[in-house]
């Protein structure tokens, strides 16, 4: 079961079925069905369609429990996100005959293991004092770059 909570506690579980994946479509233009990796990034990529579409899955568990669209989509952000994102892939993957689902799943569960890999790649080389002295390097230059550009456009005009 797909399952995920928000930034207040509150937990919602993500499911699909015909109905809501054609309300989804009719709504966003997105196919969760498709299995089209273009829709997938088309849901990645934009965080108020994401809200959007689980708002249109949970709907009914939202709205018994008194909560509007706005409270929704302002309680995912953060970690929540990511729980949301993950029950949103989950929710696709357990909609779909088990062959299918399995692969699914795979995918998932890479790009899961390839995202935390990049984040913990990129703190460590943040960390490193070579790249952090690099990175201020470049900045200090692009600065300086920036200042002789305005003094020299400056100076022209006069």
Known sequence: MAVFKNRNGVEFVVSLDAPKIRAVRQAYNVDLASGEL????????DP????????ELCRQDASARNITPEQFGSAISGDAWQSAVDALE???????PSDRANVLRQVYQTNREGRR??????????ADPKIR??????????????MRSAFATDSQAS
């Open 133 to 146: 002295d690099a990175m201020m390097a470049k900045v200090r230059a692009d600065l300086d770059e920036a």
């Open 90 to 96: 989950d929710a696709i993957a357990d909609f779909f």
């Open 38 to 45: 273009t829709d997938y990034a088309k849901i990645a990529g």
């Open 117 to 126: 890999a990049a984040a913990q790649l990129a703190t460590e080389k943040i």
């Open 48 to 55: 108020v369609l994401l809200v959007d579409i689980l708002w």
